[in-house]
């Protein structure tokens, strides 16, 4: 039978995975190892496992850093007592949290300190809504998009803001908002919606393929939200779609009597994964991209790591017959150099 494959555009790697990966690139291409990382980069296996083999060491307390080694924080944002801590004992800290992650972090900071009672909207133990209670512990209540509010109460009506972790589905968002504001008429939430415009895209580009294909496969690791809101949007379509790391995951009977495949991938899973899924596929009729949007969003590294980096070079340049450190290029060329390359050197 004739099988065609669409493959959804935009799909993977967001504007902060981007960032976080070639930050720890870089980071093991200029220390010897090991390199330590609070929690897992990115929530990929994949990537984890190349990281695993350069040299890292991903550790889930900061207090297992030995005293002196180079740090980064994960991609997730962290609680403030383990940047502290961070701090504290390497020798150099970097943190790679994205830059819509902070954001959140600073909402969450400010409405605290206005007295408001914050409801977070997240999943229960991801690493990025432990990072964002933290930041107002005694002010925050984390609020899982399948239960809803629940019990939830406030001190004062008048004083509720509702917040979100980034990786959301769209759909579980807009449920507890629209109980929120029905509860609470004078409820605060952020000018610029919380929700990461790459988790959004995605979430519009599935939909897309839902109209069209008889079956989806969605790229991506069993902990990425964003992966699993994917698969979760594709089901609410009314489509069969399931969730694979890797090519091993097909499962053919998936694809008995099926005439067109989607494909996608959450923000966190490599290319060549999509790539290795669509030949486990072999589409006879080929590939057609479907694409709903342009993403040029781009994040500049840590500036922790800039800062070093600068550092580094001045010193480098500045000795004799030394080699710039191991990456193609100089750290001001960034933009122009992509994970998918980073993670090349590291043999994804």
């Known amino acids: 039978m004739a099988t065609t494959v669409l493959l959804a555009e ?21 220390f010897e190892p090991p390199v330590y990382c609070y929690h897992e980069i990115v929530h990929n296996a994949a990537v984890v496992t190349a990281f695993e083999r350069a040299g890292v060491v991903f550790v889930d307390h900061i ?17 403030p007592e383990v940047v502290a ?77 509702l917040l979100a972790q980034t990786t959301l589905g769209l759909y579980e968002w807009e449920d507890v908002l629209a109980d929120a504001v029905a509860r609470y008429p004078d409820l605060w939430t952020a000018r610029k919606s919380d929700l990461c415009y790459a988790t959004t895209n995605r979430q519009t580009a599935i939909q897309r393929l839902a109209e069209a294909a008889d079956v989806i496969l969605v790229v991506g690791s ?66 057609e991209l479907v694409r709903v949007t342009e993403e040029d969003e781009y994040f500049p590294l840590p500036p922790q790591l800039r800062r ?23 750290i001001e060329n960034d933009r122009h150099f992509s994970a998918t390359q980073a993670l090349r050197l590291l043999g994804v």
């Open 308 to 330: 070093f980096m600068a550092t580094l070079q001045a010193l480098v340049e500045g000795s004799v017959a030394c080699s710039r450190p191991g990456l193609e290029g100089p």
């Open 222 to 287: 069993e902990n990425s939200s964003n992966t699993q809101a994917l698969v979760r949007v594709g089901r609410n379509a009314g489509v069969p779609a399931y969730r694979v790391d890797g090519p091993g995951d097909v499962d053919p009977a998936w694809l008995d009597g099926v005439d067109v495949v989607g494909v996608t991938a959450g923000a966190s899973a490599p290319d060549q994964r999509v790539q290795d899924v669509i030949a486990a596929v072999d589409p006879t009729n080929g590939v």
């Open 63 to 79: 207090d297992d850093v030995p005293d002196g080694s180079p740090v980064m924080l994960s991609a997730h944002g962290s609680a």
């Open 10 to 30: 935009p799909r993977g790697f967001c504007a902060g995975v981007e960032m976080a990966i070639k930050a720890l690139t870089w980071m093991v291409k200029v």
């Open 85 to 161: 801590g961070a701090n504290a004992r390497a020798a150099v800290m970097i943190d790679a949290v994205c830059p819509l992650v902070t954001k959140v972090h600073h909402e969450v900071r400010r409405v605290a300190d206005q007295g408001y009672d914050i409801i977070y909207v997240g999943h229960e133990g991801h690493d990025e809504a432990i990072g964002a209670i933290a930041e107002a512990p005694a002010a925050a209540t984390l609020v899982d998009p399948r239960v809803g509010l629940g019990g939830f109460s406030a001190a004062d009506s008048r004083k509720v803001a």
